[in-house]
């Protein structure tokens, strides 16, 4: 078996490169997840959401389910193809063509009242508390956040994703926190999960919250990102309107300290 799939070009070094072992770390009708020792890759149908670091199929869920992929231990990604060996032969999913994942763009801004009316009847298993103490500078609490939930992404994970997507929209640099996300995520959550925690980091995202973050004003795009996973759509929210609530802070710290040197 032989399909065809469009390859988010995040993945364009990994994938152009010398085949490398992968194995499998889960599977179902929308999504097949493979690991290298350096990254994870989605296979994705055409109705899953897409993640920047997948390779998404023309076939729906429905018409080709990724559970009836006969995916065995011996896969490699590499030379333009996953390729595998399983009980009915060889398989592989050759790359046909590349598409930029979706980026946040700065000079963003979120409606901060009209954000925590919409999401005050969605609840991401996060606690509160956590949530509201998010900064830049908070690397202790990222890292009670980090792997926290049940899943292949945690809620925790998702917060923290939505919350350095949103301060890198918004202007905030996050470094500090950044760089403490990129350092531990790897052994403190899943694969996948530590896997989008990077490319949020690089303000890669899922659509649904580039096209949030594009019109913040806009209802729809909100429910449509509410609407992703059972929880990941509510966590990255809440990670947004946490970015932006810290964001007007730092404003206005920022604003209230240059009038007090000014007077």
Avoid: N
Avoid at 49 to 74: I, K
Avoid at 84 to 111: C, F, Q
Avoid at 124 to 144: F, K
Avoid at 188 to 210: D, F, K, M, Y
Wanted: a positive charge; aromatic letters at 4%.
């Amino acid at each position: 078996m032989q399909i065809r799939a469009a390859a988010s070009s995040a993945l364009r070094d990994l994938l152009a490169g010398p085949p490398v072992p992968a194995r499998l770390l889960g599977s179902g009708p929308y999504a097949l997840y493979l690991g290298t020792d350096d990254a994870v890759v989605a296979v994705l149908a055409r109705d899953a959401v897409r993640l920047p670091c997948s390779l998404t199929l023309s076939t729906s869920s429905a018409e080709l389910p990724l559970t009836s992929l006969d995916v065995r231990d011996a896969v490699s990604v590499g030379e333009g193809a996953i390729r595998w060996t399983g009980r009915a032969g060889p398989g592989a999913v050759l790359v046909a063509r590349h598409w930029a994942p979706a980026r946040v763009r700065k000079g963003t801004s979120i409606p901060i009242d009209r954000w925590r009316s919409a999401l005050s009847a969605f609840d991401c298993g996060v606690e509160a508390r956590l949530i509201g103490g998010l900064t830049v500078g908070s690397c202790d609490l990222a890292g009670s956040l980090l792997g926290r939930g049940p899943g292949l992404t945690p809620a925790g994970d998702d917060v923290l994703a939505g919350f350095l997507l949103g301060t890198r929209a918004l202007g905030v640099p996050a470094g500090p926190l950044g760089r403490f996300v990129a350092e531990q995520a790897p052994a403190a959550t899943t694969a996948l999960s530590a896997q989008l925690l990077r490319h949020a980091i690089r303000g890669e995202c899922v659509p649904q919250v580039g096209a949030a973050l594009a019109s913040p004003g806009d209802t729809s795009a909100l429910v449509a990102l509410l609407a992703v996973g059972h929880t990941s759509g509510t966590a990255l929210a809440r990670g947004l309107l946490r970015a932006a609530e810290y964001a007007a802070g730092v404003g206005a710290a920022t604003t209230t300290a240059a009038t007090t040197t000014a007077a």
